[in-house]
């Protein structure tokens, strides 16, 4: 068991920790860091857990990307890729539903592709999300190649 930030050798209790506070094996230091972004940006811990997940399959994403109008909870500059967690879809209203709409559409006009995951897919199907993910890379690396 290792922190999959900087590689550190974590003992049984940081271990659990770690799996009981942010849902990903992280030394006590990166824990805090996470913590903190959780705190600040209320981040859903399906994101940090996404994350993780991409960067062990060699994704180099960011978490918590200022876009210029909000945080996206993970972006993937390579690909021009946000990806966003949604918590709540039985809850959304008319006025969040344009407003996810208008953020698209911002993402969009300055090249990005935004795709929202509800968290139950991250929480219960973590592996499928990620190689869907991937699929969806390929495509947009193919597209850009297109373009360019």
């Given at each position: 068991m290792t922190c999959l930030e900087c590689n550190?050798?974590?003992?049984y209790l940081d271990h659990k920790s770690a799996i009981e506070s942010v849902g990903v094996e992280l030394c006590s230091h990166h824990q805090e860091l996470?913590?903190?972004?959780?705190k600040k940006n209320n981040t859903p811990l399906e994101a940090i857990q996404l994350y993780y997940g991409l960067k062990e399959a060699g994704v180099q994403g960011m978490l918590e990307w200022w876009d210029g109008k909000k945080s996206v909870d993970i972006a993937i500059s390579r690909v021009k890729?946000?990806?966003e967690i949604d918590c709540g879809y039985e809850k959304m209203t008319e006025e969040q539903a344009?407003?996810?709409?208008?953020?698209?559409?911002h993402s969009f006009k300055n090249g990005f592709t935004t795709i929202r995951i509800p968290h139950i897919l991250v929480r219960y199907y973590l592996n499928e999300t990620i190689k869907n993910i991937m699929g969806i890379m390929e495509g947009l690396k193919a597209n850009i190649k297109v373009i360019n």
């Open positions: 550190k050798e974590l003992g996470i913590k903190e972004l959780i890729l946000n990806i344009i407003n996810n709409l208008e953020e698209a559409m």
